[in-house]
């Protein structure tokens, strides 16, 4: 099915992808988490679904392409999905919490958990612009290679409730293909 943005009808049962999206990614939402997920924002290169919509709690697994991270030096080009844990790294306004190779969709791929610290923290350039963290919140960012460029699957939700983000998101992130 192809996803749609509605703040008003949930996500029914399915497999979903972005029409336009290169490469193709699809995920799937349950019978158990229908209802729940809400098609939110969608743009070329950039699209998510969001659970608890409008609550300081809002759980977000996004799906990027982006062109560049935010850095010690400002806007940095991002070409490999490697460099994206040291790029982050010298950001001064996020901390990095956690850095680490992983795996997503049976591609090799590198993960950066981050939460706010200070000041404007913009963190990825995606269309329609920059990407940022607001305080109280963290994000986990997956970056993989792909023939079309980097991919960036990303989860955030809030700091208080960091792990139940994590539980509800596993399922959606889990169901994720690329390419």
């Keep these: ?67 560049a991270l935010f850095g010690a030096d400002g806007e940095v080009p991002l070409t490999r999905a490697s460099a994206a844990g040291a790029i982050l790294d010298g950001n001064p306004n996020v ?33 329609p612009g920059p990407l940022s963290i607001l305080a109280g919140r963290q994000l986990r960012m997956t970056f993989l290679d792909t023939p079309e460029g980097v991919v960036a699957i990303l989860v955030g939700g809030s700091i208080a409730r960091w792990q139940a983000a994590l539980d509800a998101a596993k399922p959606i992130v889990d169901s994720i293909r690329i390419g």
């Design 95 to 127: 901390t990095v919490i956690a850095s680490a190779p992983t795996s997503i969709g049976g591609h090799v791929a590198r993960e950066v958990t981050v939460q706010y610290r200070s000041g404007t923290a913009n963190l990825l350039r995606v269309p």
């Design 1 to 67: 099915m192809e996803l749609t943005a509605s703040a008003t009808s949930p996500l029914v049962p399915g497999t979903y992808t972005r029409d336009g999206f290169a490469p193709p990614v699809t995920f799937e939402v349950s019978g158990a988490e229908a209802g729940f997920w809400f098609g939110t924002q969608l743009f070329d290169g950039f699209f998510d679904i969001e659970h608890d919509v409008g609550s300081p709690d809002v759980i977000a697994v996004q799906v990027a392409r982006p062109s």
